[in-house]
């Protein structure tokens, strides 16, 4: 048995301990926020947190989420209000087909987790998720959008 | 009726986009039609297929296309609300069922999308039922008041009666409208008198995307499903010799393992598993007689068919191209190269489904349920009434999910295998990338003659490729549908139909049908022919000694719409203007999809071939704009899409088979990679073009003028990789 604690609940999984992360939680747990895309650490579709940290779950056996945190999209709104980053990706019409998008969220989350002010080149560099879609410009101004929410907010 | 499959799966917007199937209670194998709705008293009242209104005033819009990205589950619906003239903010989208429409003798009409139709097919009958319905709506008010229906007018979801102000919302009135006639002839509205066309309108699947609750065919969970990873015969028609299962008997987890005709199916209690274990299953493939093809051996049988004096068709002739070329002042050739690219839609194929009791329930992403229905029910055996193709969002789609319809075959094949039990089946990036239906490589021969002052007086183009309606879609090429017998229209678009003032043009397609599969891929021969045809241009116009924007106007006058978006563009784009030393700019201009576009690029090219786009401005003239952010949203996306696919998309074959397998070596755009795109939208109204595809058509060749600008090397084959340019 693995323990771990997805958005906040803990679970136990009887499975084997090289099972990727992501195959555990969309068809284990039926937490299907994280999607698959490639499974070789290239698109990013499958992002979650552990522990804070942006991952790709496609190639995170696991056992190396054992008894750690993990967050996905489904848990990134707070007592029902959206993260700002959700918010913005509303606002500014952000996702297409979307297939990338909950990757594409909590990447950037977690780039402003680090960096309350990133820059383009900031962006360029934590942003590295593939959109199929070509919604990049809007990642962006999104991006700027949410960080400057989160100025305010927390000013 | 058979017994309800209780599912734990809904699908998605599951607060207020219920498919029709399903509202009578629950999915179930019997399908309850929406016919039936107007039955229930309280419940929902059907005015006709497409308007439903609820007591509360809600509104529900079906909608029959499919949502991938390209917006229409909005832009659709808006077009019968615009004539319903319904509150927008009360109303709900759902999807029309395939199974109803078979029962109902095709009510939704075309529930494919592709080739950017959507609006352009069915803007008519669409905005014809909104109209309908608030002609119903409005006669039902005027029975009720006693007075006649021409005194009455409808707005905002309310009736309201001539001056005195009565007024009933359209729940108060939608079961006595329901039971009306329809009116036989119902008036459009004046495009100047339009609500909500023209506006930027919210999509409405994106609230549920960024929380994580969109979904797609990939997410369906059902009680008791089993999963299947396959693996296909590597060489493209080839098929299965034999297979040994024994070091995966007994491995835990594993279900079953299922040869079938050209693939083998490993079926597990997730998919993990059956994906390892599939790894483990020792196959032996008989590849057939295609095993020694290779990229080089394609090119040959293309070049072949450059040359050949027979099969080939004329698709286009006036005048006499022979007689002009022979006598032109100047006589310019060149030979234009674009290869096989795969789809990569970020979601992999997939197929969910349950074969029970002689019926066949489906969850997959598709860009046509009516066609995953019939694949369903002839792979299955049963009639297409027994047959439900749930409706989900897409990962992509980009045409993949149109013709070929493989993934419900495979997907129904195992479902068959495992009779009464839910089967997911879902493909690894590697699959995906293997067995794709490639956007066809094509090889053209181009030749031009000049008159003294540089006027192209001569024209001819000869195009060798797959074609895609006759190997894919098994549409035969003949006239009408065919610019003429023998003639793929994708094979020669943007050549055949060539606007520009040309007196001797020929152009002839050299069909040459290859063991690759090909099918429709974004922009499918507009992808690939302006790059072509305005390189060629430009060759033209470079030969001429003249400015290449004036050279095009000269040549489009007496075209309009390609006149105008060319000109918007260039004026958007400064062209003309001063620019930084070592920044050249590059154009081009072509109609797709009914929509006219047109693009500059604005770049400096490095000593190291890295190209650093400073601008990209791109012009699309749709006739009206539906929703127009939602066009802005696509043009970026055709930008990222097609600057992908010219600087690194390449599918190439070795021993019968394909090279690349993943994004590691076939590669995607990402973030820090994409320009700055400057969408010039220039709607002049009085036609409906299409805008999910048209965006992508203009890129490539106003990418390589410019490349050609800086560093005057002509670009006549792509990608750009392989002539050591890579974008900055
Ligand atoms: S699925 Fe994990 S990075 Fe692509
Ligand atoms: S929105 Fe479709 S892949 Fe990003």
Same mark, same amino acid.
């Given at each position: 048995m693995i323990e771990l604690t997805v958005n906040g609940r803990k679970h136990n999984v009887d499975v084997e301990?090289?099972?990727p992360l992501l195959w555990v939680l969309r068809?284990?747990?039926?937490?299907?926020g994280p999607k698959f895309g490639c499974?070789?650490?290239?698109?990013?579709?499958c992002t979650v947190h552990l522990n804070g940290e942006p991952v790709r779950s496609c190639s995170v056996p696991v056992s190396a989420a054992a008894n750690h945190k993990v967050l996905t999209i489904e848990g990134l709104a707070q007592r029902g209000q959206l993260h700002p980053v959700q918010k913005a990706w509303i606002d500014h019409e952000v996702?297409?087909?979307?297939?990338?998008q909950s990757g594409q969220i909590m990447a950037a989350v977690a780039l402003l987790a680090k960096n309350r002010d990133p820059s383009d080149q900031d962006i360029d560099a934590a942003m590295t998720n593939i959109c199929r879609c070509g919604t990049y410009a809007r990642i962006r101004t999104a991006i700027h959008a949410a960080a400057k929410t989160l100025k305010s907010t927390k000013a | 009726m058979a017994k309800t499959f209780a599912c734990k799966f809904e699908p998605a917007r599951r607060r207020f986009l219920k498919q029709s199937a399903a509202?009578?209670?629950?999915?179930?194998? +019997?399908f309850n039609i929406p016919?039936?709705?107007?039955?229930?008293?309280g419940a929902a009242v059907e005015i006709n297929a497409w308007v439903v209104i609820r007591p509360d005033d809600a509104i529900i819009i079906r909608y029959a296309r499919s949502e991938m990205g390209q917006g229409s589950m909005t832009s659709a619906p808006m077009l019968v609300a615009e004539e319903l003239e319904c509150d927008w903010r009360r109303v709900k989208i759902e999807y029309a069922s395939a199974n109803a429409n078979v029962k109902r003798k095709r009510a939704w009409g075309d529930m494919a999308s592709v080739g950017s139709r959507t609006i352009r097919n069915s803007q008519e009958y669409l905005r014809k039922a909104g109209a309908t319905a608030r002609e119903m709506l409005i006669a039902a008010a005027a029975q009720q008041w006693g007075?006649?229906?021409?005194e009455c007018s409808a707005s905002n979801s309310f009736i309201t009666h001539g001056a005195g102000g009565r007024r009933l919302s359209f729940g108060k009135v939608a079961d006595a409208a329901a039971k009306l006639e329809p009116p036989k002839d119902v008036k459009l509205k004046?495009?100047?008198?339009?609500?909500?066309?023209?506006k930027s309108v919210k999509r409405i699947d994106i609230p549920d995307t960024v929380v994580g609750r969109q979904r797609y065919g990939i997410d369906v969970q059902l009680p008791g499903m089993l999963y299947a990873a396959i693996a296909q015969?590597?060489?493209?028609g080839g098929k299965l010799k034999s297979m040994d299962a024994s070091k995966v008997?007994?491995?835990?987890?594993?279900?079953k393992v299922v040869p079938l005709e050209t693939f083998v199916a490993v079926v597990a209690d997730n998919w993990w598993r059956a994906k390892e274990a599939l790894r483990d299953v020792h196959i032996e493939w008989?590849? +057939?007689?295609?095993?020694?093809?290779?990229s080089a051996s394609l090119m040959e049988f293309y070049k072949g068919g450059l040359d050949a004096q027979s099969d080939v068709a004329t698709a286009r002739k006036d005048g006499d191209f022979e007689q002009a070329f022979g006598s032109a002042e100047r006589k310019i050739e060149a030979e234009y190269y674009t290869p096989y690219l795969a789809?990569?839609?970020?979601?992999p194929m997939g197929c969910t489904a349950i074969v029970k009791d002689g019926k066949v329930e489906l969850w997959t992403s598709t860009q046509n349920a009516e066609a995953s229905l019939a694949v369903a029910a002839a792979t299955a055996g049963?009639?297409?009434?027994n047959v439900e193709v749930h409706r989900v969002q897409l990962g992509g789609g980009f045409g993949r999910?149109?013709?070929?319809q493989d993934f419900v075959r495979q997907g129904v094949a195992i479902a068959k295998a495992m009779e009464g039990t839910p089967v997911k089946m879902l493909w690894t990036r590697e699959e995906d990338t293997q067995h794709d239906f490639y956007r066809p490589a094509s090889l053209v021969r181009m030749k031009a003659g000049l008159d003294g002052s540089g006027k192209p007086v001569a024209w001819y183009s000869r195009v060798a490729a797959t074609s895609i309606f006759e190997t894919? !879609?098994?549409?035969?090429?003949?006239?009408p549908f065919a610019p !003429?017998?023998?003639?793929?229209p994708q094979s020669v678009a943007s050549l055949y139909d060539l606007?520009?003032?040309?007196p001797n043009v020929k152009v002839e397609y050299a069909q040459r049908t290859a063991h690759v599969p090909v099918g429709f891929w974004r922009t499918v021969g507009h992808s690939q022919n302006p790059f072509v045809r305005e390189s060629f241009m430009d060759e033209l116009a470079n030969a001429a000694g003249k400015d290449p924007y004036e050279y095009r106007r000269a040549l489009l006058a007496n075209s309009p719409k390609d006149l105008g978006i060319l000109e918007a563009t260039a004026k958007a784009a400064g062209w003309g203007q001063p620019l930084p030393a070592g920044v050249f700019r590059g154009i081009a201009e072509t109609e797709a999809y009914g929509s006219y576009t047109s693009a500059v690029a604005e770049l400096s090219v490095d000593k190291n071939g890295e190209v650093n786009i400073r601008r990209l401005v791109l012009g699309i003239d749709?006739?009206?704009?539906?929703n127009p952010d939602n066009i802005q949203a696509q043009m970026q996306g055709s930008s990222v899409f097609m600057l992908t696919a010219m600087f690194w998309g390449e599918i190439t074959i070795k021993e019968g088979r394909v090279e690349q397998s993943n994004f590691h070596d076939y590669r995607m755009m990402r973030l820090r990679e994409m320009p700055k795109v400057e969408v010039v939208l220039a709607p002049s109204g009085g036609f409906w073009g299409g805008v999910g595809e048209p965006g992508? !058509?203009?890129?490539a060749p106003a990418v390589c003028n410019a490349i050609f600008a800086a560093t005057g090397k002509r670009v006549r084959?792509?990608?750009l990789k392989n002539l050591g340019l890579t974008l900055a």
């Open positions: 301990p090289e099972m068809d284990v747990l039926d937490v299907k499974g070789i650490a290239q698109c990013g579709a996702p297409q087909c979307g297939y990338c | 509202i009578g209670g629950g999915l179930s194998v +019997g016919g039936a709705l107007a039955q229930k008293p007075v006649p229906a021409s004046d495009p100047k008198d339009w609500k909500l066309i023209g015969c590597p060489v493209f008997e007994g491995r835990r987890g594993i279900v008989d590849v +057939g007689a295609n095993g020694n093809v290779s789809h990569s839609c970020l979601e049963v009639p297409l009434e999910r149109g013709g070929a894919l !879609a098994r549409v035969p090429l003949k006239r !003429a017998d023998g003639v793929d606007p520009h003032a040309i749709p006739g009206y704009a539906v992508q !058509a203009s890129i084959s792509l990608p």
